[in-house]
């Protein structure tokens, strides 16, 4: 099972998705039919899109979906933990450098398809992504964020990187207000644990992370929007490589 995990957990989350979907669809459909008339469900698709442009209106202004900077309160409850990062990003160099003075180099991410959650003008430049710890479970993510994250992912990543948030520039910290993710902008040279072996959630398929997440996924107006933010960063990211 541990080898194709993630892939087991795609197929039923895919499926359950489109279950889903298929059911809220027709369902759409036959209300509109029946109280607005079967001659203009043309018109249903720019309902919906209509719905997703006005609540991504709403949500700038609740600021609840785009990266904010930290607030005082969230900023001192984040010292009494540790963050965590998982890439296989290190190069031999960076690596030997941490080896003999504790600090790592990590880059940024700047593809605009993994920065869906940065507003329009930030999407392509680079971010640091940290899970918080668990305060049950030392040097472990909580495990929503990581599953959220890498529930796709059998392979684990090569390097699991610990940190301490006293470390970081403040002012250059974010976080991510629907799921508690921490994000650092630009790259960064810190002071860190670097395991090689380490827990990957790959033993089973954490059903209870799946099937209901799922099911909420699949009606929730958020999803759609972050769909058309990472289809748009897609297109940002190849327009990006035909400069270069």
Not at 15 to 26: A, D
Not at 95 to 110: A, D, V
Request: hydrophobic residues 40%; glycine residues 4%; proline residues 4%.
């Amino acid at each position: 099972m541990k080898t194709n995990i993630g892939k087991k957990r795609n197929i039923l989350s895919v499926s359950i998705s489109i279950t889903c979907i298929v059911f809220i669809i027709s369902f759409l459909s036959i209300l509109w039919s029946l109280f607005i008339g079967p001659q203009s469900i043309l018109l249903l698709p720019l309902v919906i899109i209509t719905v997703i442009m006005l609540y991504e209106g709403y949500i700038r202004y609740s600021n609840t979906y785009y990266i904010r900077k930290i607030k005082d309160d969230e900023w001192e409850k984040l010292l009494a933990k540790k963050l965590v990062h998982y890439t296989n990003y290190i190069s031999d160099k960076n690596y030997k450098g941490f080896l003999q003075t504790g600090m790592i180099q990590l880059n940024g991410t700047s593809k605009a398809k993994s920065n869906y959650v940065m507003k329009f003008r930030d999407k392509q430049r680079p971010y640091v992504w940290f899970h918080t710890e668990n305060p049950f479970n030392q040097g472990e993510p909580e495990l929503q964020s990581f599953l959220f994250s890498h529930m796709f992912e059998s392979k684990p990543r090569k390097y699991k990187v610990i940190i301490e948030p006293a470390d970081l520039n403040r002012e250059k910290v974010y976080i991510r207000p629907n799921n508690g993710n921490v994000i650092y902008s630009g790259d960064l040279n810190v002071k860190a644990r670097i395991d090689t072996s380490f827990n990957w959630y790959n033993d089973k398929l954490y059903l209870n992370t799946i099937i209901w997440p799922s099911i909420v996924s699949s009606i929730s107006i958020t999803t759609y929007l972050s769909a058309s933010h990472q289809a748009l960063g897609i297109l940002m990211d190849k327009a990006a490589a035909r400069k270069k």
